[in-house]
């Protein structure tokens, strides 16, 4: 199997041409400049040195030894030998025509260079330099030539040339060097950076992987976390992000087998009763039973839709309150005596204590909250009927005016009690509902800035506890 090829793409593409793109840029510039200056350095250098050495010589010569024209060849062949560095630089006299008249090399004598510094120094007087190509060798050389005056007339040059070959040479190996460091920098830089960059695009890859594997129904997967940074930090959040969707599909599994059941047990029994009554020798007590029967079922199917809408006008925002000034402790006291009746003949006792204390009227929507109070009740029957007891009252508190509702039934798991308001949850209970009642009840609470409380009391049992505010 071949290995995978690392391609410079997505993010090392734009890695590279944003970050390294600009350092290299100006690690070719800075190197550019360097190299730039230490030739012209060592070119300057090279001139100043061949021109201090040219006006000396040139001023020795015509003060100490030419005394006259006559004696200008013979001055200028014993200078010539006596020069003793030969070896790297070339002494030529140049006559006042341009010729070369003598020369330390010898082979260039009676030849005619025709360069710029004779011409300026024989034309002008100054001393003056070339640098470029001998156009009698062909070598790239560097000259300095400097007027010999005699009764303030000039009468020749004297000639200094040397080789450009050795700076050259020089000034070469010091940009060979220079460019040398520039790739091993700017390849540790490289190196580095797709370390660095690797380091980011392994994870997303695998964080990628993970959100398609997610995205294709693959919920609840879980990635390993080798990071301590921002990285570690995306990957627990997509960890969490595939549990709880996870437990989310669940939930709405659960919800629709447990909805699907509700609406087929009253279905059933409709169904049933209906085709019972619909007999010619039906009795009349027990078509009266089964219109009681048909009844009831459909009061719960009514309900049960009810809260379906209820949920799904929160999901989307449309669930909205009806406020007026309402007398809280009447709405619960008329839900009480609502209920004493239907509990009774389910042979529960249901106490309640209005207190001593008159509450003045709230913001509130009345028919909310005796939704909120009818489903309190009803699960108290339902979950906790088995005590055949149920105690309520209104009482006051730091919080404003308090409602309580407690059962004497089993109570509820306390590894469950932290999400029997969420939506969709009936836990290991096996009572009938959606499973939403709670949560809409919690969210009609937290519209009126109350709060909503389900607790396990002591002794056994389960409490609700409302609080609502009041000025």
């Known amino acids: 199997m071949k290995p995978k090829k690392m391609e410079i793409t997505g993010l090392r593409k734009r890695w590279l041409i944003n970050s390294l793109g600009p350092i290299v840029a100006v690690a070719v510039l800075v190197t550019g400049v360097f190299c730039a200056g230490t030739a012209n350095y060592y070119y300057n250098m090279m001139q100043d040195g061949l021109r201090i050495r040219a006006t000396h010589a040139a001023t020795f010569f015509a003060d100490y030894t030419m005394n006259s024209y006559g004696e200008f060849y013979q001055s200028a062949s ?71 005056t005699l009764n303030g007339r000039v009468e020749g040059a004297m000639r200094f040339v040397t080789s450009m070959s050795a700076v050259q040479q020089r000034i070469l190996i010091n940009t060979a060097a220079a460019a040398a460091l520039l790739v091993v920098c700017l390849s540790m830089v490289y190196i580095s950076s797709m370390i660095f960059i690797n ?22 997967t879980q990635m390993e976390n080798h990071y301590r940074d921002e990285i570690g930090q995306l990957i627990d959040a997509i960890n969490n992000m595939s549990s709880q969707i996870s437990e989310s599909e669940k939930i709405k599994s659960e919800f629709i087998s447990s909805v699907s059941h509700e609406l087929r047990t009253p279905l059933t029994a409709i169904n049933g009763w209906g085709e019972t009554l619909l007999a010619e020798d039906t009795e009349p007590e027990q078509q009266r039973r089964g219109v009681d029967i048909i009844l009831k079922e459909a009061r719960r199917l009514t309900n049960m839709v009810e809260e379906l809408l209820d949920f799904s006008k929160m999901e989307d925002g449309r669930f909205t309150l009806r406020i007026e000034p309402v007398d809280v402790q009447a709405e619960f006291e008329d839900t009480i005596y609502t209920y004493m009746e239907l509990f ?128």
């Not at 014993?78 to 003793?84: I, K, M, S």
């Not at 392994?202 to 990628?208: D, L, S």
């Not at 993970?210 to 609840?220: F, T």
């Open 344 to 471: 009774r003949q389910e042979n529960i006792e249901l106490s309640y204590d209005g207190g001593e204390e008159v509450f003045p009227p709230i913001p509130a929507d009345p028919e909310r909250l005796k939704q909120v109070f009818s489903n309190v009740l009803d699960n108290a029957a339902k979950h906790g009927g088995a005590g055949k007891r149920i105690d309520a009252a209104v009482t006051g508190g730091a919080g404003g005016l308090v409602i309580s509702v407690r059962d004497y039934g089993p109570g509820i798991p306390e590894a469950e009690l932290p999400f029997v308001k969420q939506k969709f949850y009936k836990g290991s209970s096996k009572a009938r509902g959606s499973g939403i009642g709670l949560a809409v009840c919690e969210e009609i609470i937290k519209m009126h800035e109350g709060e909503f409380d389900i607790a396990n009391a002591p002794g056994g049992g389960c409490v609700v506890t409302i609080t609502l505010p009041v000025e």
């Open 199 to 220: 380091n980011v695009v392994e994870p997303v890859a695998e964080v990628t992987e993970a959100a398609k594997r997610i995205a294709g129904g693959s919920y609840g």
């Open 78 to 148: 014993a200078y010539t030998e006596e020069f003793n560095e030969k070896d790297h630089l070339e002494l030529q006299f140049i006559g006042s025509s341009g010729k070369i008249v003598i020369s330390s090399y010898g082979l260039t004598s009676g030849l005619s260079p025709g360069t710029s510094d004779i011409t300026g120094a024989l034309q002008t007087g100054e001393v003056t330099p070339y640098r470029g190509t001998d156009p009698l060798t062909g070598e790239h050389i560097m000259a300095m030539c400097a007027p010999l």
